[in-house]
C-alpha cells in the first residue's frame, strides 16, 4: 500500500515545487514500522508528519517494503529514498549518495536470567541457538542477510518480529532460542512497557555492533542527500528532531547541531 504525505521545504534547496519523492520504509522498531492501518509509526512517523505539518511544496510518496526485498525494490526503481539505513548494510554497489549520520544505535545479545548465568554465557555467542530478524545485518553474521548461508553457519532461527524472538526468549526453549538479537533502543522500548522483564532478561555488556544511520538517496533522482539535509536542518537547530529521537531512546551522532538557546 502507498501513503502519500505532502511536505514542504522550509529552506532553499534544489527540490521544484510539487517534487514527488518515493519513499521506502520497512518494519526496524522503533526507528520505522508500519501499523495495522498501513500507516507509519516510529521515528520516521514522527519526523514525517512534523514536515507535513509545516511544509507543502513535496510530496514524499511511502512505498512499504521489507529488510530482505529493500535493495531489490530500490534497484527496481520502486523508491528513491531511504531513512536510516548504513552503508555498509547492502548498498555499496547501488548507485546512492548518503547524508551524513543522522541516528546511531546498536544490537545486544538478550537471554533469559537464569541463576548462576552471567556475562560468560555470551563468550562464544555463535554456538548458541540464536533468534534474529530475516534481512537485518547482524555483527556476528559479517553483515550477511543470506539466510540459506546463515542456517548453514549457525544454529538461527530467523523470523521478522522482535517481540516475538523475545517471547521464545522468555519460554525458556534452548532447543529453538537461547539467544535473540535486539536493537537496545527496541528492547528498552519493551521493558518500558513490560517492566516486569527486566529481571528476566540477561543482556550483553558488548554489543554485537554499534551503527550510525544516514538517508540513502538515489543518485540523480528527485532530490540529493544534501538537499535533504536542507530539508532537515531547522528540525536539528530547533531541538524538535533531538526530541523525537530522545522519545524513541534512540541516541544522536557526534556532529548534529546543538539546538539553539531560547
Wanted: no cysteine; proline share 6%.
Amino acid at each position: 500500500m502507498i501513503l502519500g504525505l505532502t511536505l514542504t521545504l522550509g529552506v532553499t534547496t534544489t527540490v521544484s515545487a510539487q517534487t514527488n519523492i518515493a519513499v521506502g520504509v520497512y518494519n526496524f522498531p522503533p526507528v520505522a514500522s508500519v501499523n495495522s492501518e498501513n500507516k507509519v509509526e516510529g521515528l520516521l512517523g514522527d519526523l514525517l508528519r512534523e514536515l507535513d505539518s509545516t511544509n507543502d511544496k513535496v510530496t514524499f510518496r511511502i512505498v512499504y517494503t521489507s529488510p530482505k526485498r529493500r535493495h531489490l525494490d530500490f534497484h527496481a526503481g520502486l523508491y528513491d529514498v531511504i531513512f536510516f539505513e548504513n552503508p555498509s548494510w547492502g548498498w555499496e554497489n547501488l548507485p546512492v549518495n548518503a547524508t551524513r549520520p543522522i541516528l546511531m544505535d546498536e544490537d545486544v545479545y538478550v537471554a533469559l536470567n537464569k541463576p548462576g548465568r552471567d556475562q560468560s554465557f555470551f563468550d562464544n555467542v555463535t554456538e548458541r541457538q540464536l533468534v534474529a530478524i530475516s534481512g537485518y545485518h547482524y555483527g556476528f553474521a559479517g553483515l550477511s542477510t543470506d539466510n540459506a548461508e546463515l542456517e548453514k553457519r549457525f544454529n538461527i532461527e530467523f523470523s521478522h518480529s522482535h517481540s516475538r524472538n523475545l517471547d521464545l526468549i522468555k519460554a525458556d526453549r534452548p532447543s529453538l532460542a537461547e539467544v535473540a538479537v535486539v536493537s537496545r533502543s527496541y528492547l528498552q522500548s519493551h521493558l518500558n512497557d513490560n517492566p516486569e522483564d527486566s529481571d528476566r532478561f540477561l543482556v550483553s555488556d558488548t554489543p554485537d555492533q554499534t551503527y550510525l544511520l544516514h538517508i540513502m538517496a538515489r543518485d540523480n533522482g528527485p532530490i540529493d542527500a544534501a538537499t535533504l539535509e536542507q530539508l532537515l536542518s531547522p528540525l536539528f537547530k530547533d531541538g524538535r528532531y533531538q526530541q523525537f529521537v530522545d522519545k524513541r531512546d534512540l541516541q544522536l551522532p557526534p556532529g548534529i547541531p546543538e539546538p539553539a538557546a531560547p
